[in-house]
């Protein structure tokens, strides 16, 4: 549990440096670092995706997953929480837009891909921290330039990191033996999907409910033993 709050530190200490940097800055080069952000994280994705070994199972479960997510209105509610956490920051004051969508795209950003669930599992079951660690410095690096381009809004990511690294260390030897390398794989690849679709509202080209394709990641955990064991039979 310690690596995770020093994960979550790390995003609030970057988000602090970047919302310092962001005083300093015009609205222009602000823009300009929202659409790097964004081409970066596209690129990222991009990668990330590619990286399947089951092409078909990346999109069954993303559309499964979205399917969930959509009944659910995880986005909607992760939204509310946005503004909630912004009514409280500052009582009386309009909802920013630019807090939202900060909360939104950094929390997104962090919680997906391999990192986050294997550094959270290895220090659960055996106290191995360097995965974290090596997370923390990463993500300590992001929120500099996303809370320079979106402010405030991305400290607060560090909120549901908490509870969502926090979760899986303390869960670890129960989930352990569902993530084989392959379904690992198969959750990073199906994430990577979800940082194209920040990428893509960064750049304001759409608006994509990316928090409603969450139950994505976790569909590859029943996904591939399932598949396998038709492969099997077939």
Same mark, same amino acid.
């Given at each position: 549990?310690?690596?995770?709050?020093i994960n979550s530190?790390?995003?609030?200490?970057?988000?602090?440096?970047?919302?310092?940097?962001?005083?300093?800055?015009?609205?222009?080069?602000?823009?300009?670092?929202?659409?790097?952000?964004?081409?970066?994280?596209?690129?990222?994705?991009?990668?990330?995706?590619?990286?399947?070994?089951?092409?078909?199972?990346?999109?069954?479960?993303?559309?499964?997953?979205?399917?969930?997510?959509?009944?659910?209105?995880?986005?909607?509610?992760?939204?509310?929480?946005?503004?909630?956490?912004?009514?409280?920051?500052?009582?009386?004051?309009?909802?920013?837009?630019?807090?939202?969508?900060?909360?939104?795209?950094?929390?997104?950003?962090?919680?997906?891909?391999?990192?986050?669930? !294997?550094?959270?599992?290895?220090?659960?079951?055996?106290?191995?921290?360097?995965?974290?660690?090596?997370?923390?410095?990463?993500?300590?690096?992001?929120?500099?330039?996303?809370?320079?381009?979106?402010?405030?809004?991305?400290?607060?990511?560090?909120?549901?990191?908490?509870?969502?690294?926090?979760?899986?260390?303390l869960l670890a030897?129960?989930?352990?033996?569902?993530?084989?390398?392959?379904?690992?794989?198969?959750?990073?690849?199906?994430?990577?999907?979800?940082?194209?679709?920040?990428?893509?509202?960064?750049?304001?080209?759409?608006?994509?409910?990316?928090?409603? !394709?969450?139950?994505?990641?976790?569909?590859?955990?029943?996904?591939?033993?399932?598949?396998?064991?038709?492969?099997?039979?077939?």
């Amino acid at each position: 549990m310690l690596a995770t709050i020093i994960n979550s530190a790390a995003i609030v200490l970057g988000s602090l440096i970047g919302i310092l940097f962001k005083q300093r800055i015009n609205t222009r080069i602000t823009r300009s670092l929202v659409t790097a952000l964004a081409l970066a994280v596209a690129v990222l994705g991009i990668m990330g995706a590619i990286q399947t070994k089951d092409s078909l199972g990346m999109v069954i479960c993303i559309a499964i997953g979205t399917l969930l997510g959509e009944l659910l209105d995880l986005d909607g509610k992760l939204e509310a929480l946005a503004q909630l956490l912004r009514r409280l920051v500052a009582p009386g004051k309009a909802a920013s837009g630019s807090f939202t969508q900060g909360f939104i795209s950094a929390t997104l950003t962090f919680c997906i891909g391999s990192m986050a669930i !294997m550094g959270s599992m290895q220090a659960g079951i055996s106290g191995d921290m360097s995965i974290l660690l090596s997370k923390s410095v990463i993500d300590c690096i992001t929120a500099v330039s996303f809370a320079t381009a979106l402010g405030i809004g991305v400290a607060f990511s560090a909120l549901p990191i908490l509870v969502y690294q926090g979760t899986i260390t303390l869960l670890a030897s129960v989930i352990a033996p569902f993530l084989s390398s392959a379904v690992i794989l198969e959750v990073s690849a199906v994430g990577s999907i979800m940082m194209i679709g920040i990428a893509i509202n960064l750049l304001e080209l759409r608006k994509i409910p990316v928090a409603n !394709m969450l139950p994505a990641m976790f569909l590859p955990v029943l996904y591939q033993p399932l598949s396998q064991w038709i492969a099997r039979l077939i």
